[in-house]
């Protein structure tokens, strides 16, 4: 069963590979954490982290793939990642577009398109009683 999650997931955790592979040649690390390659640090993790909103992030999940600034914030944000892991494997290649799909849906309601969006309320519900860490 793990196999079929992870063949489903797959198509976006190529991505998220190849990306990491971009932070490792640029400095940065990779860790095996509950399934999923955390990549985080080096020039790639300072770069993003002087980029302003609406495109300043703390982390990004990408299949079974987690892009972060770096380890420490990896670390803080893992329980919420790991909650996006388990919504690709659900949604396997329909993730994203069901993720954009339900931020256009609440930009067009006149809500907020992250923190309204259906998967982030998911993520951020199943992890309210964690650290309080959330990715920015």
Do not use: C
Request: glycine letters at 14%.
């Amino acid at each position: 069963m793990r196999g079929a999650a992870y063949a489903w997931a797959s198509p976006y955790t190529v991505v998220g590979l190849v990306l990491g592979l971009l932070v490792i040649l640029f400095g940065g690390g990779a860790r095996l954490r509950q399934g999923a390659l955390e990549f985080g640090g080096g020039k790639v993790g300072e770069y993003l982290s002087r980029l302003r909103p609406p495109f300043a992030f703390s982390a990004i999940t990408l299949g079974h793939v987690v892009l972060g600034l770096d380890h420490a914030v990896l670390g803080a944000v893992r329980a919420h990642e790991q909650v996006h892991v388990r919504q690709y494997e659900r949604w396997g290649p329909l993730f994203v577009p069901a993720y954009l799909l339900s931020s256009l849906v609440e930009l067009l309601r006149g809500r907020r398109p992250y923190l309204d969006n259906w998967f982030e309320r998911e993520a951020y519900g199943k992890t309210a009683r964690g650290t309080g860490a959330k990715p920015r």
